[in-house]
């Protein structure tokens, strides 16, 4: 505990000195760089790697291989990874590419991962769900309606394990009419889909462009880059009912790229607080660029836009960036080609986003291509995966911050009280939390429930250990052991 008071001290001492860039991730936090772990035996594919952290802080990656397609999930176990399992099935074999695929998202030991099934133009989207913490998967689930509409390039959310949101684009048949849509499920079943690009955005969205829906308690936000007339920029969407209804739309992009050509290249963020951060590649300046931003998430109002390299050169081309982050602490990952050499950049902030490092290259092996990025944030460490083109393999390395910060986080973590311990029937826990989680001593998530009356109900729990977890509306889970009786 005088550890923490010291901590504190330090934080609080430096927040009264004068800002200087640099000064303060230095003085306040570290990176600890592990090892680079393959995820897979070479040769088993490496497209559009996803990660994604489970409750026992474990990654879990997802990617796709060709010939024939499909999607694969590995699961960490401390020192690498377990040997990976086939996520598509024989009836829905998944579209797969280096620039676009499935996705995954993951609350505690709750997982999803959506695909979209072959031939584009007459199969569905489908999904499926891990309770294990991706050890195992249930039965395949379609998430539009049989409408005689066109779905492509889906990506997932998560906040309520039973309530995941799916954001796609959709089509009228012939691939005409190109829009954004989000279907949420409730009672086991997706909803009808919401329109989010039609009423705001001119014309039609890029029809090459991967999407990203990202939401926290009851608030999503839909990311697109639309394309009406050639001004290839990013739009967004709000929803305040957990993605239902998306009254608001904006545009997010002030880069003004004008292009008749296809980028094949969405936005990434995520919601902290009253904002959004987030991240995505234009051509509009000093050729194709990284650029991150941030905006209001309740009206979608801009706030400040910048390059993520400030001294970056002309000649070198950046593209497919991920974000990740949880409060001010947030990084970047991008793939950057620079005289034919195309490697995986990383940029970090305790500061939010104008204190961003001078880029670092994640990758050791600086032969080979490497592309297509991907980066996730849980208890103090970035889990960043890509996919090495030459080996055909997916490879993972973790980043653990050091120092104040993860000392503080880590404190934080523990600091939530609940009552009384042991408890019979019912929990209390202080307010001020959105949602509520509780964790049996295997890892798997037993109950699910509103946090807002600071109580939950244990009477379907038998007696032992377990941990309660219990999130912000920023997204910051915090933890308390306990014990039924």
Known sequence: MDRLFRTIAR????????????????????LAWGPVLDCN?????????????????????????????????????????APAQEVSTPGCIPAVADWMGSSIAAVGNTLWVVMKATPEESRPVYVRRS??????????LRVEPADGLVSRFP?????????????????????????????????????????????????????????????????TVALYRNAGPNIRVMWGATSFDGGMTFPLGAVLDTTGWV??????????????????????????????????????????????????????????????????????????????????????LFSWSVSGIDGLSVPDTVNVDLSGVQRTPDIAYANGAFHIVWGEVTGSRVRYRKAALTGDVAVVEQEQSRAVNAWPNPATDRLHF?????????????????????????????ATLVAGPYVLLLTTMDGTTLRARFVKQ
């Open 41 to 81: 035996a070479q040769g088993e594919g490496s497209l559009r790697p996803r990660v994604v952290v489970n409750a026992t802080g474990e990654p879990v990656v997802l990617w796709g291989a060709n010939a024939p397609a499909s999607n694969w999930v590995a699961v960490g176990n401390g020192g690498g990874f």
């Open 11 to 30: 934080l609080l001492l430096l927040s009264s000195l004068p800002w200087v860039p640099g000064t303060l991730q230095a003085q306040q936090a570290a």
């Open 131 to 140: 309770d294990d913490g991706g050890l195992s998967w249930g039965d395949t």
């Open 430 to 458: 202080s307010p001020g939390f959105t949602y509520a989680a509780v964790v049996d001593g295997q890892g798997r998530r037993v109950l699910n429930a509103s946090a807002t009356a600071g109580v939950v109900d244990l």
């Open 155 to 219: 990506s997932i959310e998560v906040v309520d394990p039973d309530a995941p949101i799916v954001q796609y684009m959709q089509f009228d048949s012939g691939y005409f009419g190109a829009r954004q849509v989000v279907s949420h499920m409730m009672g086991g079943a997706f909803m009808p889909p919401v329109q989010v690009s039609a009423p705001y955005a001119p014309g039609d969205v890029c029809d090459c462009c991967p999407n990203q829906v990202v939401a926290v308690a009851d608030h």
């Open 259 to 344: 292009l008749g050509a296809c980028p094949s290249s969405g936005p990434d963020g995520y919601l902290v607080g009253d904002s959004i951060r987030y991240v995505w590649m234009s051509g509009a300046n000093n050729g194709t660029k990284v650029y991150i931003g941030q905006a209001l998430a309740a009206d979608l109002s801009l706030g400040a836009q910048r390059f993520v390299h400030l001294g970056q050169l002309q000649n070198q081309q950046q593209n497919l960036p991920r974000i990740a982050g949880q409060g001010d602490t947030l990084a970047v990952v991008w793939q950057q080609t620079q005289g034919g050499q195309t490697e995986i």
